[in-house]
């Protein structure tokens, strides 16, 4: 019953998280209205996002992302994980990767052959193709590239 849950002349309402910190609202001169709805923390969205992310990094492919993440078809994941991230789980693991690859191309000094094994690409060729393709520039050129620039 909803009006167990409305208070009139509250002058202060102090919040206890879990996690030790405090909230406190007071309402202003105006004797404005103050409306607090609660909203758990850990939706389903949430739930299915967080397990997905902490999830990934001991993921190979799609298929084990899917049964890390707890989900015998594969069917069914890749639905909610379009549901939840608008792309696809092989589209969104190829970006994480990505991202990770063009992280170690301008921040390590690692060789673009050692970049590809690393990163799980079949080949050299194929980690160039796919980097060129999503950066516009080659791995080696985007290097070089950083290296003068820094040198200036």
Same mark, same amino acid.
């Given at each position: 019953m909803?009006?167990?849950y409305?208070?009139s002349d509250?002058?202060?309402c102090t919040?206890?998280f879990?996690?030790g910190e405090?909230? !406190? ?6 004797k404005e209205?103050?409306?607090v709805k ?5 939706s ?5 996002q *967080?397990? !997905?992310v ?5 993921s190979k492919?799609?298929?084990e992302?899917a @049964?890390?993440s ?12 379009k549901?939840?991230f ?5 589209q969104?693991m190829?970006d994480r990767?990505m991202e990770?690859v063009?992280?170690?191309?301008? *921040?390590s000094?690692l060789?673009i052959? *050692?970049?590809?094994?690393? #990163?799980?690409?079949? #080949?050299?060729?194929h980690? !160039?193709?796919a980097y060129?393709?999503?950066f516009?520039i ?6 070089t590239?950083?290296?003068? @620039?820094n040198?200036?």
């Amino acid at each position: 019953m909803i009006s167990n849950y409305i208070f009139s002349d509250v002058s202060t309402c102090t919040f206890n998280f879990s996690n030790g910190e405090k909230a !406190v609202v007071k309402p202003s001169r105006k004797k404005e209205l103050v409306l607090v709805k609660f909203i758990p923390h850990t939706s389903k969205k949430n739930v299915f996002q *967080e397990t !997905v992310v902490a999830n990934y990094p001991y993921s190979k492919n799609v298929q084990e992302l899917a @049964k890390y993440s707890d989900y015998e078809c594969l069917k069914t994941f890749t639905r909610h994980f379009k549901k939840y991230f608008n792309q696809t789980p092989y589209q969104w693991m190829l970006d994480r990767k990505m991202e990770e690859v063009h992280h170690l191309v301008l *921040e390590s000094d690692l060789s673009i052959s *050692e970049i590809a094994k690393i #990163s799980g690409f079949k #080949s050299l060729t194929h980690l !160039v193709n796919a980097y060129s393709s999503r950066f516009g520039i080659s791995p080696f050129k985007n290097r070089t590239l950083l290296v003068s @620039k820094n040198a200036i």
